[in-house]
C-alpha cells in the first residue's frame, strides 16, 4: 500500500488525472481518418471531442459530492470501470452514433481521475502545499499529452484508429488494479460529507457566492477554452489544410506539451516565491499575448504551421502556470467540502472548453482563422477574469486580515 505523502503517491494520483489528456489527445491525429472510415464529416468527428467535455462537466457535479460522502477511492473504482467498458464500446463502434455514445460514456467514467485527483492533492496537503504539489503533478502528467498524440499516430498508421480506443481500454484496466490494491483512501472519515441534495445544493450555492472561487474557476476555464479550441481543432487545421503528416503532427504536438511543461516547472518552482496571484498575472498576460499573435497571424492569411504552433507553444507555457495555481486558489478555502468545489470547477471548466470546442466545429471554414481567434479569445477572457474577479478578491481578503490582526 502506497503512502499518502510519498512521491509514488503523486506520481500514482498524476497517473489516474492523465486519463483525461489520454481520451482527448490520444486520438486526435487519426480524427481525419475516423472521418473517412465512419464515411461522416468533421463537424460530427469534432462532435465526439465537445460531446466527451460535455459529458465529462456533468459528471463532474456527481462524483465530488459522492465522493465527499464514500470516500476518493470507490468512486474512483467505479468510475475506471464504466470508462473500460465505454472505450470497448469505442474501439467496436460500428457508425458514428456508435462512437458518439461511446464517447459519452467514456465522460461519464473518465470524470473521476482527475476531479478526485485534485480533491485527494487537497485532503493530503491542505491549502498551502497543494499549490506546489498540484505543479510538480502537472509536470509528471504532461507526459501523457506529450506522448498521446505520437502514439496515437503510431497506432493509426500499423493497426488502424480503433486500436487507439484498445489501448485505452488497457490503460483503464491497469489503473484499475492500482486503485483496488495500492491506493489507500485519501478522505478522512471526519470530513465526509453529507449526500442529501439539499446539502450538495447548498455547497454549490456557497461556492458560487464566493467571488475567489468564480474568479480562479473562471481563470482556469477561460484558458482551458482556448486549449480545448486548439483540441478540436488542431488536426483538420495542421493535417487537411497545411498538410502536415500524422506523425509530424504529433511531433508540433510534443513541443506545445513541452511548454505546458515549462510552465508547469516555474509554477512550482516560484509558487513560495512569488505567490498564487503574481505568477497568476504573469501566466495570463502571457495567454492573452500568445492567443491574440495567433489571431493576428491568421487574419493577415499567414498560412503556415509555426504560425500556429509557435504561438501556442506560447500560451500553454502561461496555462502551464494558471492549472495548478488557479486550481489551488479555487479549492484552499473549501477544505470541508473539496470533492464538490472540485467538481464544480471542473464543471465550469469543461463547459466553457466543451462550448468552445463546439463553435470552433461549427464555424470552421476550412482554414486556421476560426480557431485562432478562439484561442485568442480564451487568453484575453483568462486575464479578464483575474484582474477583475481574482485580484479584488484577494485584495479585500488581505485587508481583512490586516483589521483583524490590529
Known amino acids: 500500500m502506497l503512502r499518502l505523502k510519498s512521491p509514488a503517491m503523486v506520481i500514482t494520483l498524476a497517473a489516474l488525472t492523465a486519463l483525461g489528456p489520454l481520451a482527448t489527445d490520444m486520438y486526435l491525429p487519426a480524427m481525419p481518418a475516423m472521418a ?12 465526439t471531442l465537445s ?61 473521476a481521475g482527475p476531479v478526485l485527483g485534485r480533491a485527494a492533492v487537497r485532503d493530503i496537503h491542505g491549502p498551502l502545499e497543494a499549490g506546489r504539489v498540484l505543479s510538480y503533478m502537472a509536470s509528471t502528467m504532461a507526459l501523457a499529452p506529450a506522448l498521446a498524440p505520437i502514439v496515437g499516430a503510431g497506432l493509426l498508421l500499423f493497426f488502424g484508429w480503433k486500436s487507439i480506443f484498445a489501448l485505452l481500454t488497457i490503460y483503464a484496466a491497469a489503473m484499475l488494479l492500482v486503485l483496488a490494491f495500492l491506493m489507500p483512501e485519501p478522505l478522512a472519515r471526519e470530513n465526509r460529507q453529507s449526500v442529501h441534495p439539499a446539502a450538495i445544493l447548498q455547497n454549490y450555492r456557497m461556492l458560487l457566492g464566493q467571488r ?102 506560447l500560451f500553454l507555457v502561461g496555462f502551464g502556470i494558471v492549472m495548478p495555481q488557479s486550481m489551488s486558489g479555487a479549492l484552499a478555502p473549501n477544505p470541508q467540502c473539496a470533492g464538490s468545489a472540485s467538481s464544480l470547477f471542473g464543471f465550469l471548466q469543461m463547459s466553457l472548453a466543451a462550448l468552445g470546442g463546439a463553435l470552433v466545429g461549427r464555424f470552421h471554414d476550412g482554414t486556421s482563422l476560426t480557431m485562432a481567434v478562439s484561442i485568442g479569445l480564451g487568453g484575453v477572457l483568462s486575464l479578464a477574469a483575474f484582474l477583475l474577479l481574482v485580484r479584488p478578491a484577494s485584495r479585500a481578503a488581505a485587508a481583512r486580515q490586516a483589521g483583524s490582526s490590529r
Request: proline letters at 4%; charged letters at 10%; aromatic letters at 14%.
Open 36 to 47: 473517412a472510415a465512419l464515411d461522416t464529416g468533421p463537424d460530427q468527428i469534432q462532435l
Open 212 to 313: 475567489a472561487f468564480m474568479g480562479y474557476t473562471l481563470v482556469n476555464a477561460s484558458g482551458f477554452s482556448g486549449l480545448f479550441a486548439f483540441l478540436s481543432g488542431s488536426s483538420f487545421v495542421l493535417i487537411e489544410f497545411m498538410g502536415m503528416s500524422p506523425f509530424g503532427y504529433g511531433i508540433g504536438f510534443t513541443l506545445i506539451v513541452a511548454g505546458f511543461f515549462s510552465g508547469t516547472l516555474i509554477s512550482g518552482r516560484y509558487s513560495h516565491r512569488l505567490g498564487r496571484d503574481r505568477l497568476l498575472l504573469l501566466a495570463t498576460s502571457i495567454c492573452a499575448l500568445a492567443g491574440l499573435t495567433m489571431a493576428v497571424l491568421a487574419a493577415a492569411a499567414v498560412y503556415t504551421p509555426w504560425a500556429v504552433i509557435g504561438p501556442h507553444i
Open 51 to 111: 460531446l466527451y467535455m460535455a459529458g465529462f462537466a456533468v459528471a463532474q457535479l456527481f462524483c465530488g459530492p459522492i465522493s465527499d460522502r464514500f470516500g476518493r477511492k470507490p468512486v474512483m473504482i467505479a468510475g475506471f470501470g464504466l470508462f473500460l467498458l465505454a472505450s470497448l464500446l469505442c474501439a467496436l463502434a460500428p457508425s458514428i452514433e456508435w462512437l458518439l455514445a461511446g464517447r459519452f460514456l467514456q465522460a461519464l467514467g473518465g470524470a
